[in-house]
């Protein structure tokens, strides 16, 4: 059966953050559904729609950033209190507007998670988890990484309460009460939890996962250890999971599963006969959808799918068709309605047209005035930056609430700029100043009209690090400009996993001195991405990471006066050595450092650089050769005298083609990377090879692996 949904914009308040919409319940059996929203600017607002008009409830007055909206009530009873999270305090509404709870809660740091079942209520700052029952402390708990949501699993059909933090290590922590029970690995950072089916599945232990690159999943959380389920890649490359929901749009009886993403896409799931999800609908938005509900909220007997955007843009996918049959009487009646709608939009467009030009002469004559001041306007940006397993690249994701002008590009390392389809802005590069350091990259994007959300994609090196900075422009009056910074890590390429394979041969960097936890703590976080800022609790830690270019590995272990970092490619082990000495140089702390070598690693590194750099020349020797086979086929007519690989490379030519632009720099790199282990490789053992270099990239224009091996190990 085919989905058709209809859009419908409703209204817009303010910037929205996670999960700060819900529908009221029903009143009635076949009465309409209110929608609640809370926005950054602290506004409260809850209306209905009534004839296609919108109908407020009640809205409140501005405050502090609305983080989080929940719904809450007695047990087993219509859950219609409506529970908003704002800095550290908690509020609760009547759904008629009436305040009846201002609990400021003991947290130091604002609520960034909240859920609630009956007299419970459960809040999480960045790392801290706190549990209430009647506004009372019950359980506190100290999570080793940023907790990105929490959830609690159904109290009505498990015989106690077992809360589940999303954290941004990888990792689902269960707890029971103040400790924790064990820990989950999930494929990706977890940024959002629901129970399966709305109410935990029959066992009320199915929980529900989404990651911010894209992946669902759902786990039962049993009382000894987690099943896996099932669990689905993201294999379309689509934006992060940001909203979920259970709700029954196909109209066949069974909940279906409704998602949100960061890139704007909405998607609806149906599960088969053995429970795994098929993708049923799916729509972009030009923003991201940061919370999604299911309900009747347009008109009665038509489901729908109501979600808000960043911007705060409140809008629905309806069941109801667009295009109604009836009878000559009836259409002349609608034509009626059409026609008063659109003389009311024409007059409210006037109206707000009239408005603006008065505001405009106001604002050119105050700012030409003796008494002028200068006013910048304000506007929210949602920025992220993260790391592609899939390709090494970084992701940057700008979000503005308003049109953007452009967006300039700065770094002050070499990092390449890659081509991202979904991207319609035009780029313009500048001469970059090498020489200062501090230009290497300029690059402006001058974005089409009613673009507010813009991604890119870049790749850096290893062993260069620095900043990147994304300059952003909006369309607004008078021109204002943001600055955002991200730091190039030294490892930036390397990625936090749980596991690692002991069996390889590893290179050892032992460290000792005087320098505490915390000191250490911090050379880490500025060398490697995803560590917590934060000094994780105990005397001792370990950390394990990968390399998601060339899937080598690196494990990390610290404590007061000493570090130890293993990984099986020597060229990591070198870049730690130098940046942390220099680290330790800067605050005067004397290092001891020992190493131990592996020279069967070398080769090892090589075996796994080998598929890469085989595959990037073949791409590149064929790509040669597409120019060349396509005046053959003009001159010949046909190519059927051509032998079957050419053939088959003039049948690819346009994907060949596109792969081959989609990577620049990629053979380069791979050249880098095996000159960098040639020269380290000797390095440690006081030699410099460097003139020996020329002579290493001739072998690998020419290249075979067996030649290669022989050089490195008689240089």
Request: with cysteine; charged share 25%.
């Amino acid at each position: 059966m085919e989905l058709t949904l209809n859009r419908s914009d409703y209204l817009q308040v303010g910037v929205t953050s996670q999960k700060t919409m819900k529908l009221l319940p029903a009143s009635g059996r076949r009465a309409t559904q209110k929608v609640v929203v809370g926005d950054q600017d602290g506004v409260v607002t809850c209306f209905g729609i009534k004839k296609g008009e919108v109908m407020p409830v009640f809205k409140t007055l501005p405050g502090l950033k609305i983080a989080r909206l929940e719904l809450g009530g007695a047990l087993n009873t219509p859950q219609e209190k409506i529970f908003v999270a704002t800095g550290s305090e908690i509020r609760g509404f009547t759904k008629r507007g009436k305040q009846f709870l201002s609990f400021e809660t003991n947290l130091t740091e604002s609520i960034k998670a909240m859920h609630i079942s009956g007299s419970d209520l459960f809040l999480c700052a960045n790392y801290i988890y706190n549990h209430y029952c009647d506004c009372k402390d019950q359980h506190y708990y100290l999570s080793g990484d940023k907790i990105n949501d929490v959830i609690c699993l159904p109290v009505e059909k498990l015989p106690c309460i077992i809360p589940i933090l999303a954290c941004q290590d990888r990792v689902l922590r269960v707890l029971q009460g103040s400790d924790m029970m064990y820990e989950v690995e999930v494929p990706g950072p977890p940024t959002v939890l629901a129970l399966h089916n709305g109410n935990g599945g029959e066992s009320g232990e199915d929980l529900l996962f989404g990651t911010s690159d894209g992946k669902l999943g759902i786990i039962q959380i049993t009382a000894s250890n987690p099943v896996h389920k099932w669990e689905m890649r993201n294999e379309k490359k689509r934006g992060g999971i940001l909203c979920v929901d259970y709700f029954d749009i196909v109209g066949d009886g069974v909940k279906d599963l409704l998602v949100g993403r960061d890139d704007g896409m909405v998607e609806v799931y149906s599960f088969d006969a053995v429970n795994e999800p098929v993708l049923r609908f799916d729509q972009p938005l030009s923003e991201s959808v940061t919370s999604i509900q299911g309900g009747c909220v347009g008109k009665d007997g038509y489901d729908e799918i109501v979600l808000t955007t960043y911007s705060g843009w409140i809008t629905g996918l309806t069941t109801e068709p667009i295009q109604k049959e009836s009878g000559p009487g009836e259409e002349l009646k609608i034509n009626q309605e059409m026609q008063n709608k659109i003389a009311s939009l024409r007059s409210d467009l006037e109206h707000l047209q009239f408005k603006v030009i008065q505001e405009r002469e106001k604002y050119q004559q105050s700012s030409q005035s003796s008494t002028a001041i200068s006013a910048v306007p304000s506007f929210s940006v949602n920025d992220k930056f993260t790391l592609n397993k899939d390709d090494a690249s970084y992701s940057l994701i700008l979000e503005v609430q308003t049109a953007i002008d452009n967006v300039m590009v700065q770094s002050d390392v070499p990092i390449d700029l890659l081509d991202v389809d979904k991207n319609s802005a035009v780029v313009s590069f500048s001469s970059a100043d090498t020489e200062s350091n501090e230009n290497f990259l300029l690059a402006t994007y001058r974005c089409q009209a009613n673009t507010t959300r813009l991604e890119l994609k870049i790749r850096s090196i290893e062993g260069q690090y620095g900043t990147l900075q994304a300059y952003v422009t909006p369309r607004i009056q008078p021109k204002t400009c943001q600055v955002r910074q991200y730091q190039i890590k030294p490892l930036s390429l390397h990625q936090r996993t749980h596991f690692i394979d002991h069996d390889r041969p590893m290179n050892t960097l032992t460290l000792t001195g005087q320098f505490s936890f915390a000191e250490v703590h911090s050379w880490v976080v500025f060398c490697l991405p995803e560590v917590p800022e934060k000094a994780p609790a105990g005397e001792c830690v370990t950390f394990y990471f990968q390399n998601t270019f060339l899937d080598t590995q690196l494990e990390s272990t610290y404590r007061k006066g000493e570090g130890v970092f293993k990984s099986d490619n020597i060229s990591t082990i070198s870049i730690l050595k130098d940046v942390l000495s220099k680290e330790a140089t800067k605050r005067k702390i004397n290092l001891n450092i020992a190493y131990e070598i592996s020279e069967v690693s070398v080769n090892h590194t090589l075996k796994l650089i080998h598929p890469k750099l085989e595959y990037q020349l073949l791409l590149a020797k064929k790509v040669q050769l597409i120019d060349a086979l396509k005046e053959l086929q003009v001159h010949e007519g046909n190519t059927d005298f051509l032998i079957p690989e050419y053939r088959c490379i003039l049948e690819e030519a346009d994907r060949l083609q596109e792969e081959y632009k989609k990577q620049p720099a990629h053979l380069e790199r791979l050249y880098g990377m095996i000159t960098d282990l040639f020269i380290d490789k000797f390095k440690f053992k006081g030699t410099n090879v460097k003139t020996k270099v020329p002579l290493l990239l001739e072998i690998l224009d020419s290249y075979d692996q067996n030649a290669l091996i022989t050089f490195f190990d008689a240089a």
